[in-house]
T-cell receptor
């Protein structure tokens, strides 16, 4: 069965970077886009972007261009998302999710979420 | 700026049928695909409906959805206590080339 397992919680200082991993299993890694979204406490989802595991192609939300990088390691069937120049506003739960092919807003499997806390 | 509007809350009793609506302010709403999710606090969202009215594998047929030119709705029949959740609609917004989320409806 399909599983997406994310790395553990992180506490970071303002200005630092954080890298979250998303280990996938149970399906062909290169056949499904992976998206990253985050959710601050009491807030709606906020989309960060997606990565095409087949070729490493990426697309980012306008608000995160230049501050977020997404990579993948096909041998480990793992995707990574890194946020740079963190501020307190980046405190949120970060999720990776798998896209139903062809439907950029249909995310059928999700990681368990990674709590990122930014505090001095 | 496109917006998806949902009523903040809805309620029902076990066995009942409830509907949750999602309306759009864009003239292109008729051409959009609407997606529905459920989210319990502290957990990841769960996809219930994609492409307006299709259910992913594993989603029971108690969940159904429809869409018109100006609004979309999610219906839950045979309501169960475990259906208590926040439900939100979503779509892809070409103007920002990213997803757009409704504000959600808390079903009690």
């Amino acid at each position: 069965q399909v599983h997406l397992v994310q790395s553990g919680p992180e506490l970071k200082k303002p200005g630092a970077s954080v890298k979250v991993s998303c280990k996938t299993s149970g399906y062909t890694f290169t056949s499904f886009y992976l998206h990253w979204v985050r959710q601050a406490p009491g807030q709606d989802l906020e989309w960060l972007g997606w990565i095409n595991p087949n070729n490493g192609g990426t697309k980012f939300a306008q608000n995160f261009q230049g501050r977020v990088t997404m990579t993948r390691d096909t041998s480990l069937t793992t995707a990574y998302m890194e946020v740079h120049r963190l501020t307190a506003d980046d405190t949120a739960v970060y999720y990776c999710s798998r896209e139903l092919p062809g439907y950029h807003t249909a995310w059928d499997f999700w990681g368990q979420g990674t709590q990122i806390t930014v505090s001095s | 700026q496109s917006v998806l509007t949902q009523t903040p809350s809805a309620s029902g009793t076990p066995g009942q049928r409830v509907s949750i609506s999602c309306s759009g302010n864009s003239s292109s709403f008729r051409n959009l695909y609407i997606y529905w999710y459920a989210q319990v606090p502290g957990s990841a969202p769960k996809l219930l409906i994609y492409r307006n009215n299709l259910r992913p594998s594993g989603v029971p047929d108690r969940f159904s959805a429809s869409k018109s030119a100006t609004s979309a709705s999610l219906a839950i029949s045979g309501l169960r206590p475990e259906d208590e959740s926040r439900y939100f609609c979503a779509t892809w917004d070409d103007s920002v080339d990213g997803p757009l989320f409704g504000s959600g409806t808390k079903l009690t």
